[in-house]
Nanobody, 119 residues
Framework: QVQLVESGGGLVQAGGSLRLSCAAS????????MGWFRQAPGKEREFVAR????????YYGDSVKGRFTVSRDNAKNTVYLQMNSLKPEDTAVYYC????????????WGQGTQVTVSS
């Protein structure tokens, strides 16, 4: 069992930056690919970023490419999402998730952290 706790959300002006953190409990964190997703009010959940278990491979949703960077520190059981050049359309609840080999939909999820970007 892995528990995930996101932090770092908040209110920021357009063009600003935030760094989200996702702290994981459990000794198996380093075995899992990790992902970030977001969901805005009235919209479906959207894939944001993914990082492989060793951190060697990263993938991004088209809407965040070139602005967001995902990273992880397995020694600290933490995955990060650095968000730069934020836009009002980035406003959403951001979730981290762990893929235990069955896809994210059947993995472990955090409770989410709110990011609000003002124009």
């Amino acid at each position: 069992q892995v528990q995930l706790v996101e932090s770092g959300g908040g209110l920021v002006q357009a063009g600003g930056s935030l760094r989200l953190s996702c702290a994981a409990s459990g000794r198996t964190f380093s075995r899992y690919d990790m992902g970030w997703f977001r969901q805005a009010p009235g919209k479906e959940r959207e894939f944001v970023a993914r990082i492989s278990w060793r951190g060697g491979s990263t993938y991004y949703g088209d809407s965040v490419k070139g602005r967001f960077t995902v990273s992880r520190d397995n020694a600290k059981n933490t995955v990060y999402l650095q968000m730069n050049s934020l836009k009002p359309e980035d406003t959403a609840v951001y979730y981290c998730a762990a893929d235990r080999g069955l896809g994210f939909s059947q993995g472990y999820w955090g409770q989410g952290t709110q990011v609000t970007v003002s124009s």
